[in-house]
């Protein structure tokens, strides 16, 4: 199937590891060009060399930190300078620290809020003129299976997350006489550091190895199995393409079974 890339320019956030990066190779395959931000100078600039080299797309590397709106702004003024457009926004960013309501500061939220909610909210901003002037575009924010079932200890993540799916519901509406389209993709238990971390968090309190505690989520996926983050990258890629001009306003969960509502 032919996904229409080619000549179209992606923005991944956190486009140098785990999910990001999954996402920004498999663009990529498709004939998109790249503009890849992330925090960590050195592994972007591995991660963007090796995106080259394997898809011999153009990839230009931003280090930047989306909790900071003036880099935001950077990294897209540097996209267009380059590539004259940007046609896909993928937003994604690290989830913020788990724990329950009285173990987080005042703080915690404050820094969440700039990381999960306005991150996505401004690189909207900074990307949607010129996708209203193309009347074209796609706008595609990886947030969690927690916006349809909060997971325990997961309270930042649960509260943010679905604050940013309320945002690209009604944003999908206000463009897609545009052309545009806004939908979410909800990452289930997939394997990357992020998840890696977490597991060692939990099992940790629970005083049992990582592997144990990793079988306990296997055990709640119907698939039996943790995700891959190709497995959530194709999701996208379909979402970004010409062929998913008539879906906006979704938001699909990529998690093996594991969410256990109807809609």
């Known amino acids: 199937m032919d996904l229409g890339l080619k000549n ?11 999910l990001g990066r999954a996402v920004a190779e498999e663009l990529a395959a498709e004939g998109a060009s790249l503009l890849l931000c992330a925090r960590d100078a050195q592994v972007l600039a591995e991660t963007a060399a090796a995106i080259a080299e394997s898809t011999n797309a153009h990839v230009l590397a931003v280090p930047a930190d989306v909790t900071v709106m003036g880099d935001i702004k950077r990294v897209v003024d540097a996209g267009i300078e380059r590539f ?14 788990a724990g ?7 703080e915690q939220w404050d820094d969440a809020i700039k990381l999960t909610l306005l991150s996505a909210v401004e690189l909207a901003r900074q990307v949607l003129p010129g996708m ?4 074209w575009g796609r706008i595609i924010n990886i947030t969690s299976i927690a916006v349809k079932q909060p997971v325990d200890g997961l309270l ?30 909800l990452p289930g238990y ?21 592997g144990e505690f990793r079988g306990v989520w296997e055990k709640e996926i119907p698939m039996g ?15 970004a393409s010409e062929r998913a001009a008539y879906i906006t306003g979704t938001s699909i969960q990529v998690d093996g079974g594991w969410i256990r509502s109807l809609l």
Do not use: H, Y
């Open 8 to 18: 179209k320019v992606a923005l991944v956030a956190a486009g140098s590891r785990g």
């Open 84 to 97: 004259g457009q940007i046609d896909i926004l993928v937003t994604n960013a690290g989830g913020p620290p």
């Open 100 to 106: 329950r309501f009285d173990q987080l500061t005042r």
């Open 132 to 135: 209203r002037e193309r009347r």
């Open 156 to 185: 930042l993540s649960n509260s943010l997350r679905a604050g940013l799916t309320g945002f690209a519901r009604t944003l999908a509406n206000e463009v897609a006489p545009e052309g545009i389209t806004v939908n979410n993709v």
């Open 190 to 210: 997939t394997r990357t550091e992020r998840l890696d971390e977490l597991a060692e968090m939990m099992a940790d309190k629970q005083g049992i190895s990582v």
């Open 225 to 239: 199995r943790l995700g891959e983050p190709r497995e959530l990258a194709a999701a996208v890629a379909f979402l």
